[in-house]
T-cell receptor
Framework: GQNIDQPTEMTATEGAIVQINCTYQ??????LFWYQQHAGEAPTFLSY??LDGLEEKGRFSSFLSRSKGYSYLLLKELQMKDSASYLC??????????WGAGTKLIIKP | DSGVTQTPKHLITATGQRVTLRCSPR?????VYWYQQSLDQGLQFLIQ???????AKGNILERFSAQQFPDLHSELNLSSLELGDSALYFC?????????????FGPGTRLTVL
């Protein structure tokens, strides 16, 4: 079957670094997406990885290991506005996005 | 602003009623997706349309139906509503099936069933 696993909730301190992990098992693979969703709002695109390695975009970086079925989102210099849910989604062989349940990130001062 | 519009923003109705949610995709996007998100839950994929035709079905109840019109806007019809149908309903659109398929989400319709 198809499955995406990510932690339900994480807590971190303002100014620190946090890594949100995601493991996936999908029929075929056409890339891994990360989205950010603030409570009550629409998800917004953060990153896309299809090749192994690290993609850096400002304070946010995303890593992919295709052989391990593993990705992580790294957030640096955390700000209070980073408090949100982070959704991992894998694109399968039919280009359908299989969504994880999301990781709720709580930032404390 | 993603370019995807949804109406209405809020909808309050009673059990047993029927409602229609509307979505206009980004200009040029051929695919439309519908999602349901209950309070503090993940996104539940309901259904996808591509250029007017149903492309994929997720956990969509038989009481729910959708369609995509020639101008590519889409409507999600929810009937015989139950209390448990109260949720945020998101529409998303993407350019194409066979390429990098980032989905752009609309602001959502918050449905409250009393």
């Amino acid at each position: 079957g198809q499955n995406i696993d990510q932690p339900t909730e994480m807590t971190a301190t303002e100014g620190a670094i946090v890594q949100i992990n995601c493991t996936y098992q999908t029929s075929g693979f056409n890339g891994l997406f990360w989205y950010q969703q603030h409570a009550g709002e629409a998800p917004t695109f953060l990153s896309y990885n299809v090749l192994d390695g690290l993609e850096e975009k400002g304070r946010f970086s995303s890593f992919l290991s295709r052989s391990k079925g593993y990705s992580y989102l790294l957030l640096k210099e955390l700000q209070m506005k980073d408090s949100a849910s982070y959704l991992c989604a894998s694109s399968d062989s039919n280009y359908q996005l299989i969504w994880g349940a999301g990781t709720k990130l709580i930032i404390k001062p | 602003d993603s370019g995807v519009t949804q109406t209405p923003k809020h909808l309050i109705t009673a059990t047993g009623q029927r409602v229609t949610l509307r979505c206009s995709p980004r200009s040029g996007d051929l695919s439309v997706y519908w999602y349901q998100q209950s309070l503090d839950q993940g996104l539940q994929f309901l259904i996808q349309y591509y250029n007017g035709e149903e492309r994929a079905k997720g956990n969509i109840l038989e009481r729910f139906s959708a369609q995509q019109f020639p101008d590519l806007h889409s409507e999600l019809n929810l009937s015989s509503l139950e209390l448990g149908d109260s949720a945020l309903y998101f529409c998303a659109s993407s350019v194409d099936l066979e390429i990098y398929n980032e989905q752009f989400f609309g602001p959502g319709t918050r449905l409250t069933v009393l």
